[in-house]
């Protein structure tokens, strides 16, 4: 009987420990999800064309103090944009072989 609740416990921490990998990778890609909706939208009221946004990552090797530069990954185009605090963003497509004009 003892080894039959151990078994049980065994099986129930698994089962655990599965839905919260599960739920944390979730998180990240809800998490990446808004952060490229965010990034879009500022792109987007700039006049570029950002089609189904589905990641921003942050560009630490771009980002200066007080300047986060994000790598913004849309259906048509891939972009670095750096969010500047009161001025429009810095906007550079980093790939051209989509064949769709973004700038405005």
């Known amino acids: 009987m003892r080894a039959w609740l151990r078994t049980v416990f065994v099986s129930i921490l698994s089962l655990v420990a599965t839905f919260e990998a599960a739920a944390a990778q979730t998180d990240s890609d809800a998490t990446d999800r808004a952060a490229a909706d965010i990034v879009a939208t500022q792109l987007r009221s700039q006049g570029y064309a950002c089609d189904e946004p589905?990641?921003?990552?942050?560009?630490?090797?771009?980002?200066?103090?007080?300047?986060?530069?994000?790598i913004l990954t849309c259906k048509n185009a891939t972009y670095r944009v750096r969010l500047v605090p009161d001025?429009?963003?810095?906007?550079?497509?980093?790939?051209?072989?989509?064949?769709?004009?973004?700038?405005?």
Request: hydrophobic share 25%; charged share 35%; glycine share 2%.
């Open 54 to 70: 589905s990641s921003a990552k942050p560009d630490q090797k771009a980002s200066k103090p007080d300047e986060t530069a994000w």
């Open 87 to 104: 001025m429009a963003a810095q906007v550079e497509q980093l790939d051209s072989d989509r064949g769709d004009d973004p700038s405005p």
